[in-house]
């Protein structure tokens, strides 16, 4: 399979991806089982603290359900790391050349994040038409991706970063967009007190109300 079908397959299963945060090991696996009951299996954990890795580790053991993706992927050196632990994609904030090259030759599927054209042009460049725009709100909101429509009609954004529960319909129904991320289904003060209850409940109302196309 390419990554272009694996990517498409992935996208198959949701539309919703959590963008998850880990401090501490031992809420991984609950955490993810929490989101993979409410229907969320799509799930990115970032690299940006220090139990981030192993609890992705942790999450690809002992929760058959979830689909994990390694997020905050900086360099080819995290590339290499979320590669060697399975992790069944990565994605980035941006999109240097040393990035876009080593996912060019990686064996998972790459989202690259992209706020402006140059940067989508240096993705595509390399194969990549689907790309996380980040920071979504700040970078132009739903009209700056209206207008990225124009110049590139093939391209396919996850749009990252300021979206909500409540405006997450409003860019999902937008003809570019394949799916959406964010911190808004996994509140650090609810991981912390581990209220799984509460989290499964919102990830159960979220794939209800836009887990399938319109
Ligand atoms: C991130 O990478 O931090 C995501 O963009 C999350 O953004 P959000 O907290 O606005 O959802």
């Known amino acids: 399979m390419t990554r272009k079908d694996q990517l498409a397959a992935l996208l198959a299963i949701g539309r919703v991806v959590p963008v998850i945060t880990i ?9 993810a089982r929490a989101l993979v009951e409410g229907g969320i299996r799509l799930l990115e954990i970032t690299l940006r603290t220090e139990a981030g890795l192993a ?6 053991r002992e929760v058959p359900g979830a689909v ?7 360099t080819p050196d995290d590339l290499k790391r979320a590669i060697d ?3 069944q994609f ?4 941006g999109a240097t050349p040393a990035l876009l090259d080593a996912a060019a030759g990686a064996s998972i599927p790459f989202l690259p994040g992209i706020a402006t054209a140059s940067e989508l042009m240096e993705a595509m460049a390399r194969g990549f038409d ?9 970078a132009g909101g739903i009209p700056g991706l209206k207008a990225l429509a124009g110049p590139f009609p093939q391209a396919r954004f996850c749009p990252t970063g300021g979206v909500t529960e409540d405006n997450a319909a409003e860019w999902l129904v937008q003809p570019n967009v394949v799916a ?3 911190s808004w289904l996994t509140p650090a003060a609810e991981i912390a007190a581990g209220q799984w209850d509460v989290i499964r409940d919102r990830a159960q109302r979220t794939q209800a109300n836009l887990g399938a196309p319109a």
């Open 23 to 31: 401090h501490r090991l031992v809420d991984a696996v609950p955490l």
């Open 130 to 138: 689907t790309a996380k725009f980040f920071p979504a709100t700040s």
């Open 85 to 87: 632990i399975g992790a």
């Open 180 to 182: 959406v991320g964010g």
């Open 55 to 60: 609890g992705a580790q942790a999450i690809i």
């Open 90 to 93: 990565a994605l980035s904030p």
């Open 68 to 74: 994990v993706g390694i997020g905050t992927v900086l």
